[in-house]
């Protein structure tokens, strides 16, 4: 792995939009937490373990009840879809030796979105690359979570609503991809297994399912999403 001047310059090119989007999230995220007795070294410890944008906001008022145990079976529940985020990305990271551990503890919905791309910049380390993008994006939501602890204690606002950021920020990214994709599989099976699911187990177990099924899509469309297998995949 080798990280210089052109694979900074490369990375941070690439994460600064999610980086920027992620300093404002968080900000409302620690904001949020600071309102419910948890101090910024506590989001900054949240975001350095759980890592998940969703699953921290929905789990701020369980932990300010109390319910520490519905707040990590929520996580589980939640965060089930990096499971198999992580599944899908073993053969691009099978040759990034001890940063593979890194690359797939920090993979969220984000940094999955543009490192499963396959368009990587040219004349760069994509390891030195990859490791980058992660860590840069991480690295802001940690920021902007502190931020907004600090700012949580000197500001008196409602901060009702700040947490459908995250919805608006998922939107944003389905939509990205949709219009930067030809091949619309994955996005629609996405789309309508998410639904489906979301109807027939209810609003608490829907995700697991759901990811099952478009894992065993996309697994089944590989040869069509994938001429020939080959690739950076590979």
Same mark, same amino acid.
């Given at each position: 792995?080798?990280?210089?001047?052109?694979?900074?310059?490369?990375?941070?090119?690439?994460? $600064?939009?999610?980086?920027?989007?992620?300093? !404002?999230?968080? @900000?409302?995220? *620690? !904001?949020?937490? %600071? %309102? &419910?007795?948890?101090?910024?070294?506590?989001?900054?410890?949240?975001? !350095?373990?759980?890592?998940?944008?969703?699953?921290?906001?929905?789990?701020?008022?369980?932990?300010?009840?109390? #319910?520490?145990?519905?707040?990590?079976?929520?996580?589980?529940? +939640?965060?089930?879809? &990096?499971?198999? $985020?992580?599944? #899908?990305?073993?053969?691009?990271?099978?040759?990034?030796?001890?940063?593979?551990?890194?690359?797939?503890?920090?993979?969220?919905?984000?940094?999955?979105? +543009?490192?499963?791309?396959?368009?990587?910049? %040219?004349?760069?380390?994509? @390891? *030195?690359?990859?490791?980058?993008?992660?860590?840069?994006?991480?690295? @802001?939501?940690?920021?902007?979570?502190?931020?907004?602890?600090?700012?949580?204690?000197?500001?008196?606002?409602?901060?009702?609503?700040?947490?459908?950021?995250?919805?608006?920020?998922?939107?944003?990214?389905? $939509?990205?991809?949709?219009?930067?994709?030809? %091949? &619309?599989?994955?996005? $629609?099976?996405?789309?309508?297994?998410?639904? !489906?699911?979301?109807?027939?187990?209810?609003?608490?177990?829907?995700?697991?399912?759901?990811?099952?099924?478009?894992?065993?899509?996309?697994?089944?469309?590989?040869?069509?999403?994938?001429?020939?297998?080959? *690739?950076?995949?590979?």
């Amino acid at each position: 792995m080798r990280i210089g001047k052109k694979e900074l310059e490369a990375a941070l090119k690439t994460s $600064l939009p999610i980086m920027v989007t992620f300093i !404002i999230l968080g @900000s409302g995220y *620690g !904001i949020i937490m %600071e %309102e &419910h007795g948890f101090g910024p070294l506590w989001s900054v410890l949240s975001g !350095i373990i759980i890592f998940s944008g969703t699953v921290q906001f929905v789990s701020i008022s369980m932990l300010g009840g109390g #319910s520490f145990l519905m707040a990590a079976v929520t996580a589980l529940m +939640v965060s089930a879809r &990096h499971i198999f $985020l992580s599944i #899908s990305m073993i053969g691009r990271y099978k040759n990034e030796g001890k940063g593979k551990w890194y690359l797939f503890y920090a993979l969220c919905d984000e940094t999955y979105a +543009v490192l499963s791309s396959d368009r990587y910049p %040219e004349d760069i380390d994509i @390891s *030195g690359y990859r490791i980058l993008v992660t860590l840069f994006d991480q690295a @802001s939501w940690i920021l902007g979570s502190f931020l907004g602890g600090m700012l949580g204690r000197y500001l008196d606002f409602d901060s009702r609503g700040i947490d459908f950021s995250m919805t608006a920020l998922f939107a944003t990214v389905f $939509l990205e991809q949709w219009l930067d994709s030809k %091949e &619309h599989f994955p996005a $629609l099976l996405g789309l309508f297994a998410t639904l !489906i699911c979301r109807y027939v187990f209810g609003a608490e177990i829907f995700l697991i399912p759901a990811m099952i099924i478009i894992i065993g899509g996309l697994t089944l469309m590989r040869n069509r999403l994938e001429p020939g297998g080959g *690739g950076i995949n590979d």
